[in-house]
């Protein structure tokens, strides 16, 4: 069994309770407009640049089979032609050429994860599996799900939480910790800027609540999008609607922007400016209650 991941991270300590490796899965069904990792978008492997690190040499030209390559032209790679062979990043004598994503097997996983085996245990910590989504790829996560709960390693799984109640229930006795995003509250505003209506989203989370499920919801935040007072208000009630404990709210940023150009990227983006704490403060104030733990940016 094999699925796609884009990146392993060692050492985390901001994505889940200790010391954390992050598994990061290729692949999204939504198309956030603010998304901070849109190679995170495609669900297969893809050819990134970084021009600033490339030095013009044309070793990659010479060797692209395809002819996809032009390094006089400030669009380097033509996508249409390109077949996604990655010989190119074999030539690539600077590093500026780089494959995003590798298929991989749970077992070989499993040998990166298990090397910080120590560190977990002493800090309480443990997996966190992200992306992308990592139910897009529902087979492969169960597989490493299970092997993770044979090894006895906790795990926070994020999801923006677009799946089928059928599939998303399977998923309750393996992850020992939901970080559940919710992205809008109003169905019509939430498909006009991420692809798709919340309705299965706001059924699933409620429904992890009923099952005692252990949920963190992270909600970003971005400006004149979701953080209106009529969306902050509908978020209020649904927060209260499920009992609530711990909500992230994660203020808007462009840490992404300059990812959308070494893949070439078409999705939209935002013309906004990276939202400031003091908003986002005053927004966990209106969200206060008794019975609600508020961190702006995470753990």
């Known amino acids: 069994m094999t699925g796609v991941i884009f990146n392993i991270q060692r050492y985390s300590i901001h994505d889940g309770p200790g010391i954390r490796t992050v598994v990061f899965f290729k692949g999204c069904p939504l198309r956030c407009q603010w998304c901070e990792n849109p190679e995170s978008l495609s669900p297969h492997p893809e050819l990134s640049l970084q021009s600033r690190k490339c030095i013009g040499c044309g070793q990659c030209q010479k060797a692209c089979p395809q002819g996809a390559i032009q390094v006089n032209r400030v669009a380097r790679i033509d996508r249409e032609r390109c077949r996604s062979c990655m010989i190119c990043t074999q030539n690539c004598p600077a590093e500026a050429l780089e494959v995003i994503g590798k298929t991989m097997s749970v077992e070989e996983v499993w040998e990166v994860v298990k090397q910080d085996e120590a560190f977990y245990r002493r800090s309480k910590g443990g997996v966190t599996i992200s992306g992308g989504e990592a139910t897009l790829q529902f087979d492969f996560l169960m597989g490493l799900l299970t092997r993770l709960r044979v090894e006895k390693v906790h795990v926070v799984l994020e999801t923006n939480g677009l799946l089928e109640w059928g599939k998303f229930e399977k998923l309750i006795g393996l992850a020992d910790l939901f970080y559940f995003d919710l992205k809008g509250m109003r169905s019509d505003l939430h498909k006009q800027h991420t692809g798709a209506p919340n309705d299965l989203i706001l059924s699933n989370a409620r429904q992890l609540r009923q099952r005692q499920a252990q949920v963190v919801f992270r909600i970003p935040l971005i400006p004149d999008i979701n953080d209106t007072p009529e969306q902050i ?67």
């Open 233 to 299: 208000t509908l978020l209020d009630h649904f927060l209260s609607e499920v009992q609530a404990e711990h909500i992230h709210l994660l203020p808007y940023h462009k840490f992404g922007e300059d990812k959308h150009d070494s893949i070439s990227s078409t999705q939209p983006r935002l013309s906004i400016p990276a939202m400031g704490r003091a908003r986002v403060e005053k927004i966990g104030k209106r969200l206060e209650r008794t019975n609600r733990t508020i961190t702006v940016g995470g753990n």
